[in-house]
């Protein structure tokens, strides 16, 4: 906690993170805070003036604006409040990311050229087009090392033309950047220019679980990593996930992946038969109504059971030259497929009001209008249309 004052309060809108509309509230500036503004590749603070939730801290310039949804009067005294569960984690990742970047230098050469901090997992960006697994393997065996000897972690500030940001590690300072540089040092390992929340000594950090290597952006390699109470929440999921799996599959982890592999076999042979069993009940629907003395010109079925191939089979079977077939499959409650069969003109001049009756998308050619149905509860709407077409037609249509 820390006591401060209100400078400044303006009406501002704040868009949210997972989008919808801006939320309107109110951009406070304080004498000073203790949240830290979003930069770096490190998110915002979170916290409270008083009782009133901070939602997001930006910065703008030399100062940060905190976005609240009640006004505040400037001049005020305030007590705020941080919410640190959140800025331990953001410690424990960022100061995670320069210990993994600077080991990832010293022993292979690989720069860093960005990094995120994700809500679930952070990726560092390598300047390297591949990453070899015994790489990623050394490294976390390195890294960790680090961590076990309980390195000191310190931050000082140099004047932008002072003879040591010679030895310090940079991408830059922003353009708008005014006063001292920030340093932020991991003794004998790491000089960095950061303007992020670090932890005080490696051995915060527990443990650093680096998860592999993703194919990043031309030439680069984006390295996935977990730090402190995250791979700890990491195993509790898995721990989770395992019991869950034990209790399905009927035996021990270690059994797992082949109980799996085996079911997923015994799926793609069901799945086989089914449509074997399919594709012969579409050519024997078809023969039943070609055989039946008086064909009607219009055929209707619907199935719950089923795909596209099994609709077009019935219609190659049954043929579509004289007769106009209507097929669907799927929930008649929900959504699902529909295929309109027949002579080419009928199927263009009805595809579309058929689509358009059944809710739905789609698209046709030489004779065939088939797609993708939100409300099978239409159909019989579509069957008025379609025989109220035929009784209009003339004998010689």
Do not use: Y
């Not at 100062?63 to 305030?78: I, R, S, Y």
């Not at 950047?177 to 390992?189: L, S």
């Not at 270690?254 to 399919?278: F, Y």
């Amino acid at each position: 906690q820390f006591t401060t004052r209100v400078v400044s309060c303006r009406a501002a809108e704040l868009r949210p993170e997972s989008g919808g509309e801006p939320m309107r509230g109110f951009q406070v500036v304080l004498e000073d805070t203790i949240l830290f503004p979003e930069g770096g590749g490190q998110p915002d603070d979170r916290g409270l003036i008083g009782d009133v939730p901070v939602l997001r801290v930006t910065r703008r310039g030399a100062k940060a604006e905190h976005f609240v949804l009640a006004p505040l009067e400037p001049g005020t005294e305030v007590l705020l409040s941080l919410d640190w569960d959140r800025r331990f984690d953001h410690m424990q990742q960022h100061s995670g990311q320069h210990l993994i970047t600077a080991v990832a230098d010293q022993l292979f050469g690989f720069k860093t050229t960005s990094w995120e901090l994700g809500r679930q997992r952070s990726v560092i960006e390598l300047d390297t087009p591949s990453v070899s697994a015994e790489q990623v393997e050394t490294l976390e065996r390195s890294v960790n090392e680090k961590i076990r000897e309980r390195v000191p972690v310190t931050v000082r500030e140099l004047a932008a033309d002072d003879p040591d940001m010679e030895t310090v590690r940079s991408r830059g300072l922003p353009d708008d950047h005014v006063g001292p540089v920030r340093v932020v040092d991991i003794e004998g390992i790491d000089s960095n220019m950061c303007c992020g929340t670090h932890v005080s000594n490696l051995s915060d950090l527990q443990v650093i679980k680096l998860l592999g290597t993703e194919k990043g952006k031309k030439n680069k390699t984006n390295l996935v990593f977990l730090a402190g109470n995250r791979v700890l929440k990491s195993i509790e999921q898995s721990h989770s996930t395992e019991k869950a799996l034990t209790s399905l599959l009927k035996n021990g982890p270690g059994e797992h992946v082949e109980a799996v592999k085996r079911l997923q076999s015994s799926v793609k042979l069901l799945q086989k038969n089914n449509l074997n069993l399919l594709r012969d009940m579409a050519v024997l629907i078809a023969r039943d109504f070609k055989s039946r003395p008086g064909q009607s010109p219009l055929f209707v079925l619907h199935r719950k059971e089923g795909d596209s191939e099994f609709m077009n089979i019935i219609a190659n079977e049954v043929g579509t030259e004289e007769t106009l077939l209507f097929l669907t499959v799927g929930d008649e409650k929900e959504a699902g497929l529909f295929l309109l069969a027949g002579p080419v003109a009928a199927v263009e001049s009805l595809g579309p009001r058929v689509a358009e009756l059944l809710e739905g998308k789609g698209a046709g050619k030489r004779g065939r209008f088939q797609g993708k149905a939100t409300r099978m509860s239409r159909r019989a709407d579509v069957q008025a249309l379609l025989q109220e077409f035929i009784s209009q037609r003339s004998p010689e249509a």
